[in-house]
């Protein structure tokens, strides 16, 4: 697992994140390669906040793309400021190798 800094949503706006894996320096090629990201309240929770595929690239980039839909139904209200909602999860396998990604996952209600 790779801790990563938290990211930071505006509910009801798109929201994009992208990152760059490398070991020793050096991209990591991921064609070919799965991903999936998810962001819970809790690690041990079974109900998602959010879950989408990030795009994965030969230049270890990963992209993670949420449409203005998946960012409404954050649980924010009508708080002012971020809000800390709990953690999110990147996962990427090729089927014999993988890696984990985490972070904090902080949202702030639309303006």
Request: charged share 15%.
């Amino acid at each position: 697992m790779i801790a990563i800094p938290p990211i930071q949503i505006q509910q009801g706006l798109p929201f994009g994140h992208d990152l760059v894996w490398e070991e020793d320096g050096v991209p990591v090629n991921m064609t070919g390669w799965t991903g999936t990201f998810t962001a819970k309240a809790n690690f041990g929770d079974d109900n998602l906040l959010l879950t989408a595929t990030p795009t994965l690239g030969a230049a270890g980039e990963i992209e993670i793309n949420l449409t203005a839909t998946q960012t409404a139904s954050l649980p924010v209200q009508d708080r002012k400021g971020p809000v800390r909602l709990g953690y999110f999860q990147i996962s990427v396998t090729n089927g014999t190798t993988g890696q984990i990604f985490q972070g904090d996952l902080y949202a702030s209600a639309a303006l």
